[in-house]
């Protein structure tokens, strides 16, 4: 979808090593704006430790990650600053905190008043609170979960602790939103669901680079899927270029299938749900 000289985000030859094991290797990617990225590769491949190197949890042993044309800092909350937020595999939220105040949290990186401004509880402080919560709303109408702003976190359904997540990470208001697997443990309801609400962010102006196993919410969804196989990425590209290509059907099955099809490169993909 994009047509930009420069890629919003631009991955170079990233590499992470954990002493002698090799997570990462060489991995380079790029996500213009407006796009959805799909990141597939089975277990272990190294999908969420690229994902940590893109977000400043890990730094890469060797690379560079470019977000608007800038070197990321290596530090989570200045890269969530520069305009990149995450969710994660496993759902970090805060449990005993309210929906509204889990996402308050995600506005701190673009609250401007400090701790005597909090302290003294003047106009800025209050003019601030109220606009902060002003747009925690907005995300939780968005998302579909104004109606629950005070129930727990923990005692929400599994499909909606998922969008509080999403909800949270777009209270930084970024340009670029990671999803870490946001369809596991989901039924196909809530699958279909999450994928509307992945193209009304799209809309919005926000690009997305998401890892996911279901791999028909993956080519439904994305412009471009790149594959990761032991931390290599071996093909990028299209739908039917990704499950047409002879190492993908390796990867997944641990042999090539002779005379594959179309139609049953499809269904091989789609094991990995």
């Known amino acids: 979808m994009s047509t930009a000289a420069t890629p919003l985000l631009d991955v170079t030859g990233v590499t992470m090593r954990f002493g002698g094991l090799t997570a990462v290797n060489d991995v380079s ?10 990141l597939i590769g089975p277990n272990g491949a190294g999908k969420t430790t690229f994902f940590n190197c893109l977000t400043g949890l890990y730094v890469p042993t060797e ?65 601030a609170e109220a606009e902060s919560r002003e747009r925690a709303m907005e995300l939780l109408a968005f998302t579909g979960l104004a109606g629950k702003a005070d129930h727990l976190a923990r005692n929400l359904p599994y499909g909606e602790q998922r969008k509080l997540e999403i909800a949270r990470a777009l209270a930084s208001d970024p340009g670029l939103l990671l999803l870490d697997e946001p369809t596991a443990g989901m039924n196909p309801q809530e699958t279909r669901a999450a994928e509307e609400l992945v193209f009304a ?11 996911e196993h279901d791999m028909r919410f993956i080519f439904n969804l994305c412009d471009r899927t790149a594959v990761l196989v032991q931390g290599q990425k071996i093909v990028e590209g299209d739908r039917e270029t990704v499950q047409n290509d ?19 490169a499809e269904t091989v993909t789609e094991t990995d749900q």
């Open 201 to 211: 962010i799209r809309d919005k102006g926000i690009s997305i680079l998401v890892i």
């Open 29 to 38: 990617l790029t996500v213009g704006e407006g796009e959805i990225i799909g």
């Open 246 to 264: 002879e190492r993908v059907i390796t990867a997944y099955l641990g042999a090539p299938l002779e005379g594959t099809t179309p139609a049953v």
């Open 63 to 127: 690379g560079q990650v470019r977000y608007r044309g800038t070197v990321l800092p290596p530090k989570p909350h200045l890269v969530t600053q520069a305009g990149i937020a995450r969710t994660f595999q496993n759902i970090r939220l805060f449990a005993n905190m309210t929906v509204l105040e889990n996402v308050l949290v995600g506005r701190h990186t673009r609250t401007k008043e400090g701790i005597f401004s909090a302290i003294l509880r003047g106009p800025g402080y209050h003019r």
